[in-house]
């Protein structure tokens, strides 16, 4: 720990030298705030959270604001809650994030030198290129998800949202893809980067947890945190292969999921399907684990975001060192990364007892435990190398002002 806290203060002192020539602001406008909770906020959160915090300001979007919202915001918010819901999405798109405009003003720029960072997410991110092209600022964008096939809209409002997707990617001085996929599908660009999902960094005595006993002695436990909506069906399907199963257990870990009444009660009850829990808590269970498993979906009109996103479940699991199960089709950007080089166990048979049949020769196998895990390792001190990642976003920030 104590070298890495070198090194991390290292990175900040790489990021703040040259007061004169570098930026000394970073403004965040964004629907994706930094915060340390799940997903696109927490990556941002980390990214930001090794930075000096006195040149970073963040923009609290209208819905977050103490005083309250706007009487735009309040309707949105109440259309959400209905059947016109697709109404209220497309009100939102028409509006192009207008009722974030009295949050932005001049006020925000109190040094010379300066840039506006966003997340490709929601309305922030039109805003943050309208202020950055405002006042001539550079504007680095994060695209971590195929945004326009998020929100349900009607077909002239999707067009719409695609095309200010890709101007916004044009018009970024600096963009960071995901994934390779992602880059592709928004094409040439001077500047555009694959920067992977930042993994935390986890203290060796957690990712050094030895099991109690050999694998092949007990069930394999198989263990997945993280989405239960786009998801849930083909985890419900799996956990019911595997819910009285000798050589496999699985445990799911999130929000309500995408599941009959009936099945969500049975998985409460049998203790495989178990609430968000603190980080100290969720890092004890993962380390608990024999394997982890990623999903991607088989729904074929969820493709692209297949194809163009990257879970960063997947850096977060390999810093524990132990075997990853990838399950899901061919043409997805994980399912493309553990093929590589053989770096996890994958199947792309959409049938659960495909997966089962995999997990039970897994079971069996010490050899081919050790070499996942091996390959585990191998992927958590390069490709998702915490430090690692965090280097590369510094210094593509910091060639900006060159």
């Not at 200010?164 to 660009?189: I, N, T």
């Not at 992977?196 to 986890?202: K, N, W």
Request: aromatic share 10%; with cysteine.
């Amino acid at each position: 720990m104590l070298v890495k806290n070198t090194i991390l203060q290292i990175l900040k002192m790489k990021f703040t030298q040259h007061k004169d020539t570098k930026f000394t602001k970073i403004i965040v406008i964004s629907s994706i705030t930094p915060q340390p909770t799940s997903a696109g906020q927490i990556i941002l959160y980390r990214h930001l959270s090794q930075l000096e915090q006195d040149n970073i300001v963040v923009v609290v979007s209208p819905p977050d604001k103490a005083n309250g919202s706007s009487w735009i915001v309040k309707i949105l918010s109440r259309l959400e809650r209905t059947r016109w819901h697709q109404v209220g999405n497309d009100l939102a798109v028409l509006l192009n994030g207008q009722h974030w405009d009295h949050t932005i003003n001049s006020s925000l720029l109190k040094t010379s030198v300066s840039l506006v960072l966003t997340v490709a997410h929601g309305d922030g991110c039109w805003v943050a290129l309208r202020f950055a092209r405002q006042y001539k600022l550079p504007l680095v964008t994060i695209f971590h998800d195929w945004w326009p096939d998020i929100p349900t809209v009607h077909s002239p409002l999707k067009r719409i949202l695609e095309h200010r997707f890709q101007q916004l990617y044009e018009k970024s001085s600096l963009a960071f893809c995901v994934s390779e996929d992602m880059q592709r599908y928004l094409g040439k660009h001077y500047n555009s980067h694959v920067l992977c999902p930042i993994p935390a960094h986890m203290p060796e005595l957690i990712t050094a947890q030895a099991q109690s006993s050999p694998y092949s002695e007990r069930p394999l436990k198989i263990v997945y945190s993280g989405g239960l909506y786009d998801y849930g069906p083909m985890l419900g399907e799996l956990l019911q292969t595997t819910k009285e199963h000798s050589q496999v257990k699985l445990q799911v870990r999130g929000a309500i999921p995408n599941w009959p009444m009936g099945l969500r009660d049975e998985m409460r009850e049998r203790g495989l399907w178990l609430d968000f829990a603190p980080r100290d808590e969720l890092n004890d269970w993962l380390a608990s684990a024999d394997a982890f498993l990623v999903t991607m979906s088989f729904d074929p009109a969820l493709r692209r975001r297949m194809e163009t996103s990257f879970p960063s479940k997947l850096p977060e699991y390999a810093q524990f060192g132990k075997p990853i199960i990838i399950w899901g089709p061919e043409y997805c950007s994980a399912v493309k990364w553990g093929l590589d080089s053989d770096r996890a166990l994958v199947i792309t048979d959409k049938n659960p007892t495909s997966v089962v049949f995999a997990l039970e020769k897994l079971q069996c196998s010490p050899e081919k435990q050790q070499y996942y895990a091996q390959q585990a390792r191998m992927a958590a001190d390069k490709e998702f190398n915490p430090l690692k990642i965090q280097i590369q976003f510094q210094e593509k920030i910091q060639s900006l002002a060159i």
